[in-house]
Each structure stands twice: as C-alpha cells, then as structure tokens.
C-alpha cells in the first residue's frame, strides 16, 4: 500500500523552508519506534520519503511504500498528540495546523497498467533539489535512463512479488523517451555541511512506442510521486508529481522554494 501523510504547518521563522527537510527526518525518527529506526537505518532504499513543499502554505509530505511503513511511521505522526514540533539546531518552533492522509493500493497502479492507455505525453515536477549518482560523481540533469532506473529499483526494493529491473527493458523505456520541453535550474540541497548539486522545475516528455511502454512509464512515474526519484529522498530530496497532461505546454506554476 502506497500512502501520503500532508501536514500543514506554521513556523515562528522566514527561514523555514525545503532546506529544512533534512532536519525534519531527525523530527520523524523521534516520534517513531527506535527499533524500526534502527532498522531503516541499516536499509538502503528506505520504505518512504519525505520533504517540504511551499504551496499556498508551507507543508510537510510524509510518504510510505509498504503497510509495515504506514504502520510504524505514519500511525505515530497521525496521533493527535503530535501537534508540534521544535527544531533545537534552528531554534524554530513548528506548529502543525491540519493533518490530511491518502492511501492507494499497489493493484490500482497495476489496473491503471492493465487496462488504460495513458498520454503519450506527460508533464514531470520536479519539487526539491533532484540529484543522482554515478561513478561516484553526481548528475544533475534530467536524464531519464537515470530517472527510469531509480524508480525501477525504488520499485523493486519495496515489492516481495515483482521485480521491476530489467536492462533491456530500462533500454527500451530510454529510448523511447524524448525531453520536448523543460524549464529547470541548477540549486544546491544543504545536507551536514555539504551542499549536494542538484535541479528542480519542470519538463515534459514525449514518449514513443508501444501502448504499453508508455503504460509502463505511467506507473514508474505515479509510484515516483510516493517514492521520490533520485537520492537522499528520506532527506528531503527527489520530491516529484506528474502535471497536467493535457496542457499543451508547461504552466506558469511559481516556484516558491
């Protein structure tokens, strides 16, 4: 089960903004238990991600891919007893005003995959800073074997039935894959001293090929608005969402980071 915990919040600081993702997980493995923290710990593609989004308020999106996630991360954060939150290293105070939770079945990515045919075009956000590593060096434009790959993995990583990687098909999705419009910036994520090179904005691709390759895209894509694409997407970064598909060109959204 695919899950999404929004959680508006109020800060006593300007300041307060995507940057502080990182210091929000600190904030999430406090209220959890400490044996599943330890346990996230030690995994390497981790069951959620999470960061801040500056919309019409400022909000925090927690997100899981498995029901034990939404169990031990989401059931603590849901609890009317977490309305609030310091960040000692900030020294901001954190008011959270609205929670609201959604929750999808991994069948509904597999029907919509099964029986709709999807638009040959789709509109990708990229709403944090989004970096991927290769070669020990990191990449920061939008390439999208490196896009299908993350999320491929993120995919497999979660599933105990269904492996989603496979060479000649992250080949095929590639290649049939063309970037007709874009409208990106480089940035920087802050993370423990270190500022990780990244992008943000928008682009939209075309895809070519046959239905179901362009089927298959939809659900890397829509799973990646759970998962978050890329890396340090439990910090903060990767956050992603498919646009309007059927604007004719990207919109005018204002980005408010």
Known sequence: ??????????????????????????????????????????????PYSQYLERADKMKWRVKTLTAEAYQQILF??????????????????????????????????????????????LNLEFLTPTSFKSGGRYVIMPDM???????????????ADLDLYDEETLRQL?????????????????????KIPSFKGEMRVKLNGTDTMANYVRLLVRFGEFAGVGIKTAMGMGGMRIGNEDQGRMGGRKDAS
């Open 1 to 46: 089960m695919l899950a999404e915990l929004t959680m508006e919040l109020e800060a006593d600081s300007a300041e307060f903004g995507y940057y502080q993702s990182s210091n929000l997980q600190g904030v999430l493995m406090e209220q959890i238990d400490s044996g599943y923290a330890q346990k996230l710990h030690e995994q390497g593609l981790k």
């Open 76 to 121: 603590p954060l849901l609890d009317s007893r977490f309305g609030e939150f310091y960040l000692e290293k900030k020294r901001m105070h954190i008011k959270i005003c609205r929670k609201e939770v959604r929750t999808m079945p991994y069948q509904e990515l597999l029907d919509e995959f099964y029986s709709d045919t999807c638009s040959r075009c």
């Open 145 to 159: 074997r490196y896009i299908y790959q993350s999320l491929m993995n993120k995919y497999s990583a979660v599933s």
């Open 174 to 194: 590639a290649g049939s894959s063309v970037i007709t419009q874009y409208r990106l910036r480089s940035t920087a994520f802050p993370l423990e001293g270190v």
